[in-house]
């Protein structure tokens, strides 16, 4: 496996800024390694012509699309979020919805595809909130006041069938692998 096509698979899945001793850990190499690779992506990517670029901030980096591309960029999401809900990204919603707070790996799992986009877009229209969590070391994702607002309901356990759902064993078996 190459190690700048992995760097750049990474970052290119990353929701957040990552810390360059982060990605060493995550890809198992040394520190001096992730920062030569990332100088090599960042001459790859940080030119007029490119759509994609890198952003440093300290010791973190994400990628990121072009600022000089912002109007193009910003066009293309009012057209995007703009209509309705994709059958995916209401699957989606509905797993968030009944098992959230959720990890992108847990819904994954549930959904058994990729997510990345989904979420994004979920996350763009404001019906999903991504929020920290220190006992699953990533981010969860779970509904938000507006998604709520939308359905009519005040909090989550006003769903139809929600304690069953939330807590079905045959989706804990599934998480867990067994």
């Known amino acids: 496996m190459e190690l700048l096509s992995s760097l750049e698979a990474v970052l290119f899945v990353a929701s957040k800024p990552l810390s360059v001793k982060k990605l060493a850990k995550a890809l198992d190499i040394s520190i001096d390694d992730v920062s030569e690779t990332l100088e090599t992506l960042e001459t790859k990517y940080n030119h007029e012509s490119s759509g994609i670029h890198l952003f440093f901030s300290g010791d973190t980096v994400r990628m990121g699309t072009n600022p000089a591309y912002a109007d193009v960029v910003d066009q293309f999401i009012s057209y995007d979020i703009g209509g309705d809900l994709t059958k995916a990204q209401l699957e989606t919603l509905t797993v968030i919805a009944y098992r959230g707070p959720i990890t992108r790996p847990e819904l994954e799992e549930i959904r058994g595809v990729n997510c990345a986009i989904i979420l994004r877009n979920l996350l763009m229209r404001g019906l999903i909130s991504e929020k920290q969590d220190e006992e699953k070391l990533l981010p969860v994702f779970v509904l938000s006041v507006l998604a709520l607002s939308h359905l009519g309901i005040s909090s989550m356990d006003e769903l139809p069938q929600y304690d069953e759902l939330n807590t079905?064993?045959?989706?804990?078996?599934?998480?867990?692998?067994?």
């Open 168 to 178: 079905h064993p045959h989706l804990d078996q599934e998480l867990i692998g067994e």
